[in-house]
DNA sequence: ATACCGATCCTTACTATGTAAAGGGGGGCG
DNA sequence: CGCCCCCCTTTACATAGTAAGGATCGGTAT
């Protein structure tokens, strides 16, 4: 009597949602194909029905999913502005999943991250940036980096620490604080 | 007729060097027990002898090499060029190997790693920086993401690209104006 | 020399993982 | 009612990490 329907289906962002859940609270190396499948409350091999290439898909879907920020163009005039809200909104989108940011740091841009750098490259050339692309560069260099630095101090990896959220406030202060050296940097 | 004596003795160096040149060549990924054996002309477990926590021991010893730099404190006078030099070593280390560049970012600094960074900080507090803690942290994450952003658009990560060398001169220019523009920031 | 011994390496075996291949069941359409 | 397709399950296999227990060697004490 096998074969029953799971109770409610599975999803392509179902099975991104559960990922990053397990790999947040366990760690990348705990998210197992058949942990996600008991997770989603199905076999393992159903996954591969929706994410065809398996697992390097599924990990290719994470980093795409944390590395995908959108800004309001209309929420800010200067380039200075923009990249700032840039900033501030890749750095929340990855500490929010520090479990599958050596993905993020580690994986090209690909699918709607991409589009996403490439709009971000335009906004900042409509309002006035010069190099544009070399400005995105550094952006993304120091969010990177922030994040990965304020991750490890937190303790994250550290599996017996209570510090489940990366987000600290001197974390906060020195990403501010380095965010505008770096735009002002950029101006020359 | 089984157990043979290896050509020449197994060591915890030999162990390291093979597996940075596995994970160079073929990616993390490819990195096992078993190849790192065949590499080494030596059965999988005699590595464990040598590094008695398996597998997680040579991650934290491969994350370790690549991040434990010095820098000849005789050799520049001003914080600024000492921040700058160790920043440029720190560059040059990781991008030596970036197939471990994912442990790099990812694990908390540990033993000689974690010795360096406190004598750099004491450097930079020698030579007349003030906050040199915070000013450590953000060379750090500077030099992160900087890596970072130079080895995925290397295309490293692209098993059928013939770079096999994450750097590029463009990359370096962008390092050393952005690199200008932090030592600037942190003085004020 | 002989007997022992500890460091080093091998053999075997077990569990966990990714995934190819094929099967089954349920709903919609003829 | 019969057929078919979509979604999920079963089964199976190659590969991974590593625990447990030998085997071999060089050296040391007797």
Redesign the pocket.
């Known amino acids: ?6 109770p409610v ?3 392509r962002e179902r099975i991104i949602d559960a990922a990053l859940h397990i790999a947040d609270g366990q760690g990348l190396r ?8 008991d997770a989603l ?6 996954i ?3 994410l065809p ?4 898909a ?1 990990m290719d879907a994470l980093a795409e999913h944390v590395t995908t920020v959108q800004v309001d163009p209309a929420a800010a005039a200067t380039w200075q502005d923009r990249a700032r809200a840039w900033a501030r909104a890749s750095r929340a989108a990855l500490l929010e999943h520090p479990g599958v940011l050596s993905l993020a740091l580690t994986k090209p841009p690909k699918g709607s991250a991409l589009i996403a750098i490439t709009e971000q490259i335009e906004q900042l050339r409509e309002s006035g940036a010069g190099d544009p692309a070399g400005a995105v560069r550094a952006l993304r260099a120091y969010v990177f980096g922030s994040v990965a630095v304020e991750v490890q101090q937190s303790g994250w990896a550290d599996p017996d620490a209570e510090v489940r959220d990366a987000r600290t406030a001197e974390g906060e202060r020195d990403f501010e604080h380095g965010l505008d050296a770096l735009v002002a940097g950029l101006g020359g």
Not at 1 to 6: F, G, H, L, V, Y
Not at 41 to 46: D, L, P, S
Not at 53 to 56: F, M, P, V
């Open positions: 009597m096998p074969a029953k329907r799971p289906p599975l999803s705990r998210l197992t194909m058949r942990r996600l499948g409350q199905v076999e393992a091999m159903a591969y029905h929706h290439r398996g697992k390097e599924l």
